[in-house]
């Protein structure tokens, strides 16, 4: 059973009280308080201090002093009074035994409530940091869009600038065009004209010595003029047969006359052979086949060496500029090391030899659209580049790769939408 301690001492005023507790040499550590407004209560083993407190106190302001073996309570009152006492007086056990457990009740409604108003604190502290860090992202990301912004427009510039310099190359390529045409008409009339003077000297030559041979009546010069004029041809006609083309589409939906337009350009283009360039003198006569050149820029291309097959690419539009998978494969090329916007001018120059679109070069067809789509959404045009692959569907609809490639950037289309 603990001893109470009974030798302490106690002042008041009409504010506070101050009770003086000897430890009697016991450990700082190893004592323990316990205060509410009605109770109060040291314990120190093997000693024990407990008071039932006159009146109320405010234990949320009173203090308590440990040092030199000694406990110094200061109390302060919750009615400006003087007690009587210190502690309650005709107290009995029953009477402590409730004021304990009601101040025990007290303590744990306190602790509860201290509990919660730390966890209160820390969630509001939560809550607080949680909204700078929100603020703080959402400031970065508007940076962030703002330079995604800024470089689309720049983009964007630049693009309206390259085809602004394109259209004036057109225009210039015409320009040129029709002086040379206008100079080719120019010397076939200068030609006729020299045709036509020379047939007039030769007629007038010949009726000269029409004359004169009919004046000698020179019967062996007769027989000569009649000897040098050839007969006449015999009249024939030669049966050609050409091994007809079979069109695997119902005649509903048949294409034939562009088909065979389409053949027709590009046996043209396989005719249209320039070999004034000087490149050429050094070359075998194979290494002068566009579709020679073609193919070795096909196989450069495999090998990674994409600057090798866009010279390759280059030597053979030079020969042939109505080949369109010429710049269809530089298109490649262009895109493997980032030259956006020459891809973009190759695979639309390749669309547009592409004429008519016909089912022999639907397959080249989509892979220009794919190839200018890529270009543009590299360039963070993504409008322009989802355009290209809905064409390149319309041709291909089951293809599987550029259905996702086109639902990625609706995607991303549609989030730029929504950040906005």
């Avoid at 052979?273 to 579709?291: G, H, R, S, V």
């Avoid at 397959?363 to 989802?386: D, P, S």
């Amino acid at each position: 059973m603990p001893l109470q301690v009974s030798d302490y001492s106690w002042q008041q005023t009409k504010t506070a009280v101050f009770i003086s507790v000897p430890l009697r040499g016991v450990c700082v550590r190893d004592a323990d308080v316990f205060c509410t407004e009605n109770y109060l209560k040291v314990n120190f083993p093997p000693f024990l201090f407990e008071v039932f407190l006159y009146a109320p106190i405010d234990e949320e302001s009173s203090k308590a002093k440990i040092g030199n073996n000694t406990i110094i309570f200061t109390l302060h009152k919750k009615e400006v009074a003087m007690w009587d006492t210190l502690s309650v007086s005709g107290a009995d056990k029953e009477m402590m035994q409730r004021i304990r457990e009601k101040s025990i009740l007290q303590a744990q409604e306190r602790a509860k409530e201290a509990t919660e108003a730390k966890a209160a604190a820390r969630r509001e502290d939560q809550k607080y940091t949680l909204n700078v860090m929100m603020k703080i992202e959402e400031e970065e990301r508007k940076k962030i869009e703002d330079m995604k912004e800024n470089e689309r427009i720049k983009a964007t510039k630049e693009l309206e600038v390259w085809k602004e310099r394109q259209r004036k190359a057109e225009e210039q390529k015409r320009f040129q065009r029709k002086e040379k045409s206008h100079q080719q008409e120019k010397q076939i009339e200068e030609e006729r004209k020299k045709l036509k003077h020379k047939s007039l000297t030769r007629n007038s030559a010949s009726r000269n010595l029409a004359t004169k041979g009919r004046n000698s009546e020179n019967i062996f010069f007769e027989k000569l003029k009649e000897d040098s004029i050839p007969a006449p041809r015999s009249v024939g006609s030669i049966q050609i047969n050409f091994t007809p083309r079979a069109f695997p589409t119902a005649l509903r939906e048949s294409q034939v006359a562009e088909e065979e337009e389409w053949l027709h350009k590009q046996a043209e283009a396989q005719r249209a052979m320039n070999t004034d360039i000087p490149e050429l003198c050094d070359l075998k006569e194979e290494e002068k086949n566009p579709e020679w050149l073609k193919d070795k820029g096909n196989t450069l291309f495999a090998t990674e060496n994409y600057l090798a097959a866009i010279n390759a690419y280059n030597l053979a539009i030079r020969l042939n500029n109505k080949i369109p998978l010429l710049y269809l494969n530089r298109a490649a090329c262009h895109l493997k090391l980032k030259n956006l916007h020459k891809a973009i001018e190759d695979s639309s120059k390749a669309l547009e030899l592409l004429t008519p679109p016909v089912a022999v070069n639907a397959n080249a067809r989509m892979k220009a659209h794919v190839r200018r789509g890529t270009a543009f959404c590299q360039l963070e045009l993504y409008v322009e580049g989802l355009q290209d692959y809905e064409a390149a569907l319309k041709i291909d609809p089951s293809n599987k790769i550029v259905q996702n490639d086109a639902e990625k950037i609706r995607n991303i289309i549609q989030g730029t939408e929504l950040k906005c």
